[in-house]
């Protein structure tokens, strides 16, 4: 579980959006290489075959998509028990939410937890998830983590797009950006440090004095 911080603007969604390889995100210098190959010339659909997903700041709503599809839309198993599991395991009833549609009656956090449930479903070999904690309480949280954490005992890696400490304390290693480039890599009470200074020694002509 890798987690990517810096501070607003500075290059994290970019980094995952171009790597799901959306519109917009497609002209760019160097490679994205992975699992050994070259994805840089596949479409978002060849990307998501190969087990790459996306999990938004702020999740889609889908309008007459009843939550039980929007789950088995990308399910390995498209059966309405992997719906119930992947609910389960987010922390939602089935019962209560299978046949409820994914639109403006759901809150933020429970969309939240549906698209997670959904990727549970995928069983992806990389989720990327952009700000997994914002606009949620802190019991959706937790669930939220115990979900991620589920999903990397099985063996997918998970890339957190964040700049709070408290989902970066869920990785086991970070990496720091800033204006669009990697400054500093490593364990994550390495790059904690980030957020006590709220800046580390750089080159960049607008850093602030750090004393």
């Known amino acids: 579980m890798h987690a990517v911080v810096g501070p607003n603007g500075a290059g994290k969604s970019t980094l995952a959006n171009t790597i799901m390889g959306l519109s917009g995100y497609m002209d760019f210098e160097g490679d994205i290489i992975f699992n050994g190959e070259s994805i840089k010339g596949l479409s978002i659909d060849q990307r998501a075959r190969k087990g790459i997903t996306l999990a938004w700041q702020e999740p889609a709503r889908y309008d007459g998509l009843t939550v039980e599809a929007f789950i088995i839309a990308g399910a390995k198993n498209k059966s309405r028990n992997t719906s119930r599991k992947a609910l389960d395991l987010v922390g939602l009833s089935p019962d209560a939410y299978l046949e409820r549609a994914v ?26 998830m ?23 005992n099985k063996g997918t890696t998970v890339l957190l797009i964040t700049h709070s400490a408290t989902v970066l304390e869920k990785a086991d290693h970070a990496l720091l950006i800033c204006c669009g480039k990697m400054v500093e890599k490593g364990p994550v009470d390495k790059i904690m440090e980030y957020f006590g200074k709220k800046c580390i020694p750089c080159d960049h002509k607008n850093k602030p004095d750090v004393v």
């Open 103 to 128: 639109d403006r009656t759901l809150s933020g956090g429970e969309r939240k937890r549906i698209e997670l449930a959904s990727i549970l479903a995928m069983d992806p070999k990389l989720v990327m």
């Open 130 to 152: 952009d700000e997994p904690d914002s606009g949620i309480d802190v019991e959706a949280l937790e669930k939220i983590f115990d979900a991620i954490q589920f999903i990397k």
